[in-house]
């Protein structure tokens, strides 16, 4: 499965940007999707996963009422909205996919596939 993500962008604080990741050369309703990020410096952390029928999704602390994630299955893709944007969510945002874990265990990270990231920086 080859992963492409979209979307990042610099952005004033408070404002949104729109995160998009296209999937190519698997069964994408098959894999659990999610969203990781990775700021200078810092170790990766989850930001967000879901099911792959859509119906469960799963937020990261530092995220959750303020990002939100969905797929389309028939277009490949997975998205992840993020509003109220803050300076500490300037990070590299990278998609992944597994094929076996659900919302809960994809936190850990140990997802099959990975996407290039996508910059995100918001400027205070």
């Known amino acids: 499965v080859q992963l492409q993500a979209f979307g990042g962008g610099l952005v004033q604080a408070g404002g949104s940007l729109r995160l998009s990741c296209t999937a190519s050369?698997?069964?994408?309703?098959?894999?659990?999707m999610g969203w990781f990020r990775q700021a200078p410096g810092k170790e990766r952390n989850f930001v967000a996963a879901i099911s792959r029928g859509g119906g469960n999704t799963g937020y990261g602390d530092s995220v959750k009422g303020r990002f939100t994630i969905s797929r389309d299955n028939a277009k490949n893709t997975v998205y992840l909205q993020m509003n109220s944007l803050k300076p500490e969510d300037t990070a590299v945002y990278y998609c992944?996919?597994?094929?076996?874990?659900?919302?809960?265990?994809?936190?850990?990270?140990?997802?099959?596939?990975w996407g290039k990231g996508t910059q995100v920086t918001v400027s205070s």
């Open positions: 050369g698997g069964t994408f309703g098959s894999y659990v």
């Open positions: 992944a996919a597994d094929e076996y874990r659900d919302t809960y265990s994809a936190r850990s990270g140990g997802m099959d596939y």
